[in-house]
């Protein structure tokens, strides 16, 4: 048995705020146009829930799933597809909303699922990234927070599906169970 550890590394009232920021970033971009935003699930449903609602603008959701983690801390480096989008994406302006950008595998895989199916634009917006994990040379359009190298919940993000619900953003740690 381990120990879990959680600490802290962005408050949700900086969360909030920079929600607000990126929303604004795309209501400037796309002014007058619709976008249509897909979520990850199920890391991006509490960051697109609160994006979408700041974006001053024509907007529709869809939601995808992909494995790329399991259970763990560790990723098995393949992306499988688990659920597609319900309606085509021909000749909208999509926003791929991803909880966080690590290794780049998973955005990789997507934007060229995405791609092949002829939007009119293609962007990302990622609550999260952690450069120094890259495997694929993939970067988000629109980002929240660059983070350091560590394993992180809270706001959308789970570990072993728990601590999705937390309001801040926190590095857990795990530690040997004490006897
Ligand atoms: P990538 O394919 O870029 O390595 O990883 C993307 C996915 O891995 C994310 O959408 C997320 O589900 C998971 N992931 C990567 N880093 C973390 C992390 O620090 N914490 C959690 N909870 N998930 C992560």
């Known amino acids: 048995m381990e120990q879990e550890i959680l600490k ?14 990126v929303a604004r ?16 699930l199920k890391g991006a449903c509490i960051f697109l829930s609160d994006l979408v609602r700041e974006i001053n603008l ?10 790329s983690y399991g259970r763990g801390k560790d990723s098995s480096g393949q992306v ?10 021909q000749g909208l302006n999509v ?3 991803e909880d966080i950008l690590d290794t780049g595998l998973t955005l990789n895989y997507l934007l060229r699922v995405l791609k092949q199916r002829k939007p009119k634009s293609l962007r990302v ?17 629109y980002v929240g927070f660059k983070i350091p190298n560590d ?29």
């Not at 917006?125 to 359009?141: F, N």
């Open 8 to 21: 802290v590394l962005i408050r949700h009232a900086a969360i909030e705020r920079r929600v607000r920021a």
């Open 25 to 40: 970033h795309i209501t400037g971009d796309f002014k007058g146009q619709r976008v249509h935003l897909i979520g990850v």
């Open 58 to 67: 024509e907007t529709s959701i869809d939601f995808i799933a992909v494995s």
């Open 80 to 89: 499988r597809l688990l659920k597609d989008l319900d309606s085509n994406i």
């Open 95 to 97: 926003i791929l909303v």
């Open 125 to 141: 917006a990622a609550l999260l990234d952690k450069p120094a994990r890259r495997l694929k040379t993939v970067k988000a359009d």
């Open 151 to 179: 394993f992180v919940v809270g706001y959308g993000l789970d570990y072993a599906e728990r601590y999705r619900n937390l309001k801040d953003v926190c590095v857990l740690s795990l530690l040997p169970e004490q006897s």
